[in-house]
């Protein structure tokens, strides 16, 4: 029997890695492209208008995939209660969300071309929503084949297109075609997403890990439970946000948007190896951290000991690999204007192992009631990322915001840390020190 749900995991997590790694892969090959294409002053353009659309579609969102899968995990089927409410506050956020974005980019302190990327990417909001909340539901399902699917399928579509225009008919496309490819592919999956959404509502999903038993009637919730409970994985998402890529933005207004262009660079290639702690606990982990939390307390206290050790070991890999090879893999993937970003990827390099440990850590704190003292720490690293970026930035440019972000992973992971063996695991952290 264990040697049968072994494989079972190995096979999801193959698809959930293969669909990931193709994903991001195909993110990494559309900036390469448009990096060589662009221009180091154009590519900061887009990169930096498409994080700060990137903070609306968190707004949007809310929290409310990740909500799901702590309700379904601790109520079983008789969280299907909470999907019709929780749709009907997606759509007030996500109207918000898009009134915000309107206002900013008609009234920020940004050029025309900027102004123009940020109405046009409004789409790419409601794709990216559609396809979060769509994650989750197949989180919940365990359709690791179609999960990594609903991923992939995006980045495969972007890529296709701008790889024929480019390369098939010779078309020279600007950051404005780019922002309305974005767009309309955010358009199309938010059809699909829709449909989706609305097969779960009315019950027509397969939850796993919860014997089926007749939903039993009970109070519908509110809007302001709702908001109760998402508000702190919305929080999250954000501040996360923060200090992950909020330095793009504050680089294109403190710096320019060269510089922005060549720390984008760097981002993404971080980005693309980040995938391995993010698939492994995010999208596989996640939903049964939240059982294990409330039904099997000794396994998962041993998971997130065994998977620190096991991301210390592969984040200090992909830190040695990064130094040794980024002084060529840089210039021959992206074109040798980006020299310059082989300096910063070498400093962001050292937050590897401090990230996927970090990562490792976090995922116990959105766990029962833990994800409100994780809020406080990381709205504390948020405001100094934000601090050292403003401070560090005008001094030494893109070089300040990779050592701001250095010196922030180091704080979060120690405060992390603290808090899972004081708070999460004080019962089984004080029987192995006896």
Not at 101 to 119: C, E, F, I, N, P
């Amino acid at each position: 029997m264990d040697s049968s749900l072994s494989k079972k995991a190995i096979k999801s997590l193959s698809f959930l890695w293969m669909g990931s790694l193709l994903g991001s892969g195909s993110t990494f090959v559309i900036y390469m492209i448009l990096a060589r294409k662009l221009g180091p002053e154009d590519f900061g353009v887009f990169s930096s208008a498409l994080s700060m659309v990137t903070i609306f579609t968190m707004l949007a969102g809310f929290g409310v995939g990740e909500v799901w899968l702590k309700l379904f995990g601790k109520e079983g089927w008789q969280g299907i209660r909470w999907i019709k409410p929780s749709l009907h506050f997606v759509f007030i956020s996500l109207v918000g969300a898009t009134v915000l974005l309107a206002v900013w980019a008609l009234y920020g302190s940004h050029d025309k071309t900027t102004q123009s990327l940020l109405l046009i990417m409004i789409f790419f909001i409601f794709g990216n929503v559609a396809v979060q909340l769509i994650v989750s539901k197949l989180q919940l399902e365990e359709r690791y084949d179609y999960l990594a699917l609903w991923q992939l399928a995006p980045n495969i579509i972007r890529l296709i297109i701008i790889v024929i225009c480019f390369f098939i008919l010779s078309i020279s496309l600007s950051v404005i075609d780019i922002a309305y490819i974005y767009a309309g592919v955010g358009a199309l999956f938010t059809i699909f997403g829709i449909y989706q959404l609305n097969c779960m509502q009315k019950g027509r999903f397969d939850l796993k890990g919860h014997e089926k038993t007749m939903v039993k009637e009970a109070i519908t919730p509110t809007l302001k439970d709702i908001i109760t409970e998402a508000w702190p994985f919305g929080m999250a998402s954000l501040f996360a946000f923060i200090y992950v890529q909020s330095d793009i933005i504050l680089i294109k207004y403190l710096a320019g948007d060269t510089e922005a262009g060549y720390y984008n660079v760097a981002f993404v290639i971080i980005t693309a190896i980040l995938i391995f702690p993010t698939v492994l606990y995010s999208k596989f982990l996640m939903p049964k951290f939240h059982r294990w939390a409330n039904y099997d307390r000794d396994k998962f206290y041993q998971v997130y000991k065994k998977g620190n050790i096991a991301m210390l070991v592969s984040g200090s890999i992909a830190m040695v690999g990064i130094l040794f090879l980024s002084g060529w893999m840089i210039p021959l993937l992206f074109g040798i204007e980006y020299q310059k970003s082989v300096v910063l990827i070498n400093i962001l390099a050292f937050t590897m192992p401090i990230y996927f440990v970090s990562y490792s850590i976090a995922s116990t704190l959105v766990t029962q009631k833990h994800i409100r003292k994780k809020i406080k720490y990381m709205g504390l690293i948020a405001i100094i990322n934000i601090v050292l970026n403003i401070v560090l930035i005008p001094y030494y440019g893109a070089n300040g915001a990779a050592i701001a972000t250095l010196i922030s992973y180091f704080i979060l992971l120690s405060v992390y840390y603290y808090a899972s063996q004081k708070y999460v695991f004080a019962t089984e952290a004080a029987k192995g020190n006896k």
